[in-house]
């Protein structure tokens, strides 16, 4: 036990009184020495106390306690000595107090009375081995304050018991419900003073006290520093508990809550019932289950609520239970606190709130205004209505105080907050309203102005504003400063003003510091009296287009100029020589005519009032002329025209510019203005113009009281596109052009400068038209600008013949295009084109008709082999149609002899009526008859016909060695087709004979002459066809349609296809001029086709 004391500490210092000399010490320690030994030599053989301890719980005295030996009965008696200088010994139980010993070691010796000095036990003792350990606390009270969920506690310190002063740590348990359990668990500090104090110590419940029992404990620990030993904290006092009892109908807790937004709160709900279900608002919360039925819910950061609250409410099986929570805010501090008079007899505070605390009725905010200066203070009730988010609070001035300190206190069941202000009161003047304006004349310039100011201001002065008012101008203010006074009325004079003028006056005021001003008062208007008129009236003149009527216009004058109502005008014409006067011209009219010579006169024109005349305005009569003007054009900027002009020396007196209509006769006057004559530009604006619309400028310059016309202008003050389309027409149409005429667009329709004209056209019919935009930029339209507006007629070119065309007109200005008008237009027919058309396809069939004929004749023998073969035709034969004249003249002509062939039937077709007709036509064949009987028995009108067949070659004796008598043979390689083609009656016989190619019958020449006679004329090598043996004038054709012999020199007529003829005469005939010509003949396409041997 010592060795466990060893470790206890030990203070510094001990207080007088109850400690041992310090010259005994030294005697002290030896006799602690030897009592150590004794003790380690008997008293383990025979059974001593062991195990001593000391403790102390108020520094005064050591509680010492030790185990008592073996054996030792219970009423046993101790002898205990401690070795000090005074060397004590006590008779003692187990237990003995001892005084507290100085700062160092000392023997205690302990044995047992009845047995002493057998049983000695012997210890060394310091203060480092006793531990400090206070009395447990004693607590006076606990009380609870149900409404806040607060446990208020009070106990005693016992600071008397104590030696001095100490610090003492107080630590303070919170335990609830019946299972104790601990929920706080607090140190608080005080100082013990050596007298016993009361101590008060609160604490606030996150739960409501009514929810559950609540119980409290406090111990404490003592810190003396001088205290070496071991300190250790006191016991736990005796639990104090408190709990609710139902006093009230309430179950549920805590009832009309206020708390702050966003902290967390706990319900409960007290009863014997079973509850099913708790909720929040439209929340359904869990339960917490306490003591016995008691449930409780936990809400974290609550939201705030509405004015009327949120609901709480728990449901049982047969009732339902609930309460009101009210979340809000703490007061904000007070904004913008302001503190002003209003007369200097009573100061109002206004402020704004700040943020809203969402607390009404008796838990929002109360507001409380207090004067340090005064001590006086005044409270904010709140049945007053807040002005315009603003509260407001009167407090009553003090005679002879300027200066004013305010605090402004604010609080609710959340918080409280503030704000000062300190003011100069004579600073802070916000006058009322002016009332009762009042005006009185003082001349036509001047008037009195006078007012009512409520207040009571004659220690200061006052600094007021007059706003002046009148029609057409701008508005002025004027400040002047008045003297106060008490009884509120005040005077000032207002100069300056216009005569015969509607003015409007109103007031307000402020201190001269200056600090607001008050409200402006309401309007007073007023009327000035009348002056004479400053000014004459700007006059013009018009002469008539007959050069003797002279009319005289002038402008009202202007309110400010008039001075007045203008009664009438008086105007005067004077020259050198007389002076007319017209009557006087009431005051509507403004224009006057008279009628003047070509004398030189100035116009005077003055206007009346009631208070006299102006002064008068002239203006010449003359006119100077000027040759050189030219019209111009101009455009204006949108508000108007812009004239400029070079400036004139000569020009004296002024510059004026009229203007009229374009579409108004003459003389047109819409307005004119005067310029200096300084002056070299000038703006025209006017509220009568209007865009689109074509006004006439004039410029006049004047010089030596005359006018000259310098300038003469038409322009536009805004160009826009014309309303109306050009109106056109079409002059010409030809098979390829088109000329159009078009007329000019009227100026009032035209509404700009005109620019140009588009022409639009394409081809198209009226139904199926595609132009729709008119854009130029498409292929299938053409467009021509015009922008020589002169031209009047447009000649469109290279069109097409018979077509339609669309065509489209529109003029533009610079203000944009204006309608379109068109019209469908068909051109001519084009009649070289049509012939061309038909010439083209006839001259092809004609080229491809001659191409075909020149490749068909070259390929003639192709051609007639395989289409048309060449087979005779014996009924075509007309070699035996002689005249009878040809057999008669000549005895001697016989028929050459022919080889044997066999004839086919030969059949005559046709006869001509003026041959002769063959009769019993016979076909005798060679060989069934000898020459001599043929030429006896043969008739004289009888052909005889035998078909030869071709043979391969052919030989010709020489006709000059064969003399009559001689024979010779033929063979004809070709025959004759069946139709030759006639020959023309101009046609040269000699020319045809030669390329005669046809059917040569085999004959024999007796007669010689007629041999000579053929070889003469060159004819005997050309001889081609047949021929028959008779005189060439006695043929005759059978038919019109037997072609002639193309190798015939006179017109033979080839008889059909190629035949013999057993024949006493020469077949080809003396070539006879005076033989007539054949009347008949034809052509045939198989003739086209006819074989020609030499070619």
Not at 102 to 127: A, C, H, M, Q, R
Request: net charge negative; glycine share 6%.
């Amino acid at each position: 036990m010592l060795d466990a004391a060893s470790r206890l500490g030990r203070p510094s210092g001990m207080a007088a009184g109850g400690r041992g000399a310090t010259s005994s010490a030294r005697w002290s320690f030896a006799t602690l020495a030897l009592l150590y030994l004794l003790n380690q030599v008997h008293g383990q053989r025979r059974g001593s106390p062991r195990d001593l301890k000391c403790v102390t719980n108020n520094l005064q005295a050591w509680d010492c306690s030790w185990k008592a030996p073996s054996g030792a009965g219970r009423g046993a008696l101790y002898s205990i000595c401690f070795d000090s200088r005074f060397h004590s010994c006590y008779r003692l139980g187990k237990t003995t107090k001892i005084p507290p010993l100085t700062p160092g070691d000392y023997e205690i010796t302990i044995n047992s009375v009845p047995d002493f000095g057998s049983s000695i036990s012997k210890f060394i003792l310091n203060e480092k081995n006793v531990s400090f350990i206070p009395d447990a606390p004693e607590i006076l009270s606990l009380s609870a304050d149900f409404p806040t969920s607060t446990l208020h506690l009070k106990w005693k310190d016992r600071g008397s018991v104590f030696p001095h002063h100490l610090n003492v740590i107080w630590e303070i348990k919170i335990l609830r419900k019946e299972n104790m359990e601990v929920v706080k668990l607090e140190t608080f500090s005080t100082t013990l003073n050596g007298e016993d104090t009361v101590h008060h110590w609160s604490w606030a419940s996150d739960m409501p006290l009514e929810c559950a029992t609540h119980s409290v404990g406090i111990r404490c620990y003592v810190d003396d520093p001088h205290f070496s030993g071991r300190k250790e904290w006191s016991d736990w006092s005796p639990l104090k508990n408190v709990s609710w009892s139902a006093r009230s109908q309430s179950k549920v807790f805590p009832q009309d809550k206020v708390i702050l937004v966003g902290s967390d709160i706990t319900f409960c709900c007290v009863t014997q019932e079973k509850v099913s279900s708790a909720q929040i608002g439209y929340t359904k919360c869990p339960l917490v289950h306490l003591d016995g039925e008691n449930v409780a819910i936990h809400i974290h950061n609550i939201s705030v609520s509405e004015n009327s609250g949120t609901n709480v409410v728990f449901t049982t099986k047969e009732n339902i239970y609930g309460t009101v929570i009210f979340a809000g805010y703490p007061p904000d501090i007070p904004q913008k606190l302001n503190c002003e008079t209003y007369d200097l007899k009573e100061i109002i505070c206004t402020w704004e709130p700040g943020r809203p605390t969402a607390l009404v009725g008796p838990r929002g905010t109360s507001y409380t205004l207090f004067e340090s200066f005064s001590g006086e203070y005044v409270k904010f009730k709140r049945v007053e209505v807040p002005v315009n988010d603003s509260y407001q609070l009167f407090f009553q001035m003090h005679p002879n105080q300027e200066m004013y300190n305010f605090t402004l206190n604010a609080r609710n069941p959340l918080g409280h907050s503030e704000s000062t202000t300190l003011i100069n009161v004579t600073e802070k003047v916000y006058p009322h309203t002016p009332t009762s304006i009042r005006v009185k004349d003082i001349n036509s310039t001047a008037v009195t102005l006078s007012w009512h100011l409520p207040g009571s201001f004659a220690k200061i002065n006052l600094l007021c504003q007059v706003e002046i008012n009148k029609a057409n101008s701008v508005q002025e203010l004027r400040n002047v400063t008045v003297k106060g006074v008490d009884n509120s009325n005040y005077l000032i004079a207002v100069d300056k003003l216009n005569p015969y003028t509607v003015y409007t006056f109103r007031i307000r005021c402020s201190s001269e510091t200056f600090w607001k001003w008050s409200k402006w008062s309401n309007q007073k208007q007023y009327l000035t009296t009348e002056a004479i008129p400053s000014k004459g009236p700007d006059t013009w003149r018009e002469w008539r287009s007959d050069g003797k009527n002279l009319i005289i216009y002038w402008k009202p004058l202007p309110v400010n100029e008039a001075n007045g109502k203008i009664l009438f005008y008086n105007v005067s014409c004077s020259s050198d020589e007389k002076t007319q006067s017209l009557s006087e011209i009431p005051d509507p009219q403004h224009k006057a005519e008279i009628q003047l010579d070509k004398n030189d006169y100035i116009i005077s024109v003055v206007a009346k009032n009631s208070a006299g005349a102006s002064p008068p305005s002239r203006i010449a009569s003359m006119e100077i002329p000027n040759d050189d003007l030219k019209i111009e054009q101009t455009v204006g900027m949108g508000n108007g025209i812009l004239l400029t002009w070079n400036h004139d020396p000569n020009m004296t007196c002024d510059y004026v510019v009229k203007w009229c209509n374009s579409s108004q006769p003459e003389p047109c006057l819409m307005d004119w203005k005067k310029v200096p004559a300084n002056s070299t530009e000038t703006l025209i604006e006017s509220d009568q113009f209007r865009p689109g619309v074509r006004y006439n400028f004039f410029l006049y310059g004047c010089r030596n009281q005359g006018y000259q016309l310098l300038r003469s202008v038409i322009g536009y003050t805004e160009e826009l596109a014309p309303i109306v389309a050009p109106n056109f027409t079409v002059e010409d149409t030809s098979a390829d052009s088109i000329l159009v005429k078009w007329e000019d667009i009227p100026a009032e329709e035209l509404r700009g400068f005109l620019r140009g004209y588009l022409f639009y056209f394409e081809k198209g019919e009226r139904d199926t038209s595609k132009m729709r935009g008119l854009e130029p930029g498409r292929s299938d339209v053409k467009v021509k600008n015009i922008t020589d507006i002169s031209q009047k007629t447009l000649r469109i070119a290279d069109l097409q013949g018979k077509t339609s065309y669309h065509l489209v007109l529109r003029a533009y200005t610079n203000g944009g295009l204006g309608p379109e008008k068109s019209m469908f237009v068909v051109t001519k027919e084009n009649s070289v084109g049509l012939i061309i058309a038909i010439l083209i396809p006839v001259a092809v069939a004609v080229i491809v008709g001659v191409v075909t004929s020149i490749l068909c004749y070259r390929k003639r023998e192709w051609v007639k082999e395989t289409f048309y073969p060449d087979i005779p035709n014996p009924e075509n034969c007309k070699a035996l149609q002689f005249q009878k004249s040809t057999c008669e003249g000549n005895s001697a002509l016989k028929t050459l002899e022919m080889n044997p062939c066999t004839p086919n039937n030969v059949e005559v077709l046709e006869t001509r009526a003026a041959g002769p007709k063959i009769e019993d036509t016979q076909i005798i064949s060679p060989v069934a008859e000898r020459p001599q009987e043929r030429a006896e028995a043969e008739p004289e009108n009888h052909v005889v016909v035998s078909y030869c067949p071709p043979v391969i070659e052919e030989e010709i004796a020489n006709p000059g060695a064969d003399e009559a008598g001689g024979t010779s043979q033929v063979v004809y390689i070709d025959v004759q087709s069946m139709y030759q083609p006639q020959a023309k009656p101009e046609e040269d016989p000699e020319a045809e004979a030669a390329p005669g190619a046809g059917y040569k019958p085999q004959m024999r020449l007796p007669v010689a002459a007629a041999v000579e006679e053929a070889a003469e004329e060159g004819d005997l090598g050309k001889a081609a066809g047949y021929r028959p043996q008779a005189t060439v004038n006695t043929w005759t054709l059978v038919s019109p349609d037997s072609p002639r012999s193309t190798d015939s020199n006179s017109e033979v007529v080839s008889f059909g296809s190629p035949c013999s003829i057993n024949s006493r005469q020469f077949l080809i005939p003396p070539k006879d001029e005076d033989s007539p010509k054949s009347d008949g003949g034809g052509w045939s396409f198989t003739n086209f086709f006819q074989n020609k041997p030499n070619d």
